[in-house]
Nanobody
Framework: QVQLVESGGGLVQAGGSLRLSCVVS????????MGWFRQAPGKEREFVAA????????FYADSVKGRFIISRDNAKNTVYLQMNSLKPEDTAVYYC???????????????WGQGTQVTVSS
């Protein structure tokens, strides 16, 4: 059984930064593709960023490219999302997810965390 636990969400002013963390337990972490997704009220869950087992393979949604950075520490079984220059439209519940396949499609991720709220005030 794979468990994912996110942390680091909170309230921040526009232009500020937050760093989300996701600790994975239960299986070999390094074999998974890890992704961050978000869901705002009334909207569908959307892709934010993903990173392959090799830390050189990263992928970003256009809306966050240049502002967010995804990284992972396989020794700590942890994936991070550094969020800079935050905007009110970044407000959402952010989810960490793990997939055994190289994908950015949400329904192809097998394991999900419980989510952490990020609120950006204007």
């Amino acid at each position: 059984q794979v468990q994912l636990v996110e942390s680091g969400g909170g309230l921040v002013q526009a232009g500020g930064s937050l760093r989300l963390s996701c600790v994975v337990s239960g299986r070999t972490f390094s074999g998974y593709m890890m992704g961050w997704f978000r869901q705002a009220p009334g909207k569908e869950r959307e892709f934010v960023a993903a990173i392959g087992w090799s830390t050189t393979s990263t992928f970003y949604a256009d809306s966050v490219k240049g502002r967010f950075i995804i990284s992972r520490d396989n020794a700590k079984n942890t994936v991070y999302l550094q969020m800079n220059s935050l905007k009110p439209e970044d407000t959402a519940v952010y989810y960490c997810a793990a997939s055994t396949r190289p994908t950015i499609v949400p329904n192809r991720y097998e394991y999900w965390g419980q989510g952490t709220q990020v609120t950006v005030s204007s």
